[in-house]
């Protein structure tokens, strides 16, 4: 079916590891994938996306792997900082009969530990 | 720049009242979803305008209905509201090309007592 899903709800880190968010997608016709940031009472936030025929794609202090062959998709976070305290999400986009549509996972809570 | 806006941030209805959500996505963006999420949820889909056209329509209930305006402003109506529809509902727009990120409003949220 039509799904995204994230392996760990939760996840804490200390101040200045990095982090690793999963995320496994379901559609291989999927062609375009999107990490999303979510803080208290505001809407996703873009943080970095990566077409199917990339397998990594790095950003400020982000890395977004691509794992095609077993649909896995992973955000990695550079020394985590108390500000990426946050809920993340995956999004992947996929074509439905003509049009595109935007399909989230379920969410993956980041805590920084002080 | 300048952001999708959505309003109200904050809205109270009772039981089978009526709401209308707005949003005003990015300008020069012409393709603008809607996404419900209740708590420790995820954003799930119920609809999304292509140039004032439904592109695709997700688990939208029938007692809600939305449009997209010449503006390319879009309202959610939602009617006879229940006690589930209690939930943040963001808007997001995107220029209408394949493979562009959505950008998302910061919501509205609803609350039906």
């Known amino acids: 079916g039509e799904s995204v899903g994230l392996h760990l709800p939760t996840l804490s880190v200390q101040e200045g590891d990095n982090s690793i968010i999963n995320c496994a997608y379901s559609n291989s016709a999927s062609d375009y994938f999107i990490w999303y940031k979510q803080e208290s009472g505001k809407g996703p936030q873009f943080i970095i996306d990566i077409r199917s025929n990339m397998d990594k794609r790095q950003g400020q202090r982000v890395t977004v792997l691509l794992n095609k062959t077993v649909k896995h998709l992973s955000l990695q976070i550079a020394a985590t900082q108390p500000g990426d305290s946050a809920v993340y999400f995956c999004?992947?986009?996929?074509?439905?009969?003509?049009?595109?549509?935007?399909?989230f996972g379920t969410g993956t809570r980041l805590k920084v530990l002080a | 720049a300048a952001g999708v806006i959505q309003s109200p941030r904050h809205l109270i209805k009772e039981k089978r009242e009526t709401a209308t959500l707005k949003c005003y996505p990015i300008?020069?963006?012409?393709?603008v979803y809607w996404y419900q999420q209740g708590p420790g949820q995820d954003p799930q889909f119920l609809i999304s305008?292509?140039?004032?056209?439904?592109?695709d329509k997700g688990s939208i209930p029938d007692r809600f209905s939305a449009q997209q305006f010449s503006d390319y402003h879009s309202e959610l109506n939602m009617s006879s509201l229940e006690l589930g529809d209690s939930a943040l509902y963001f808007c997001?727009?995107?220029?209408?090309?394949?493979?562009?990120?959505?950008?998302f409003g910061n919501g509205t949220r609803l609350t039906v007592t």
């Open positions: 997001a727009s995107s220029p209408g090309q394949h493979n562009s990120p959505l950008h």
């Open positions: 300008p020069r963006h012409d393709t």
């Open positions: 305008f292509y140039e004032k056209m439904q592109s």
């Open positions: 999004a992947e986009n996929m074509d439905t009969s003509g049009t595109y549509k935007y399909i």
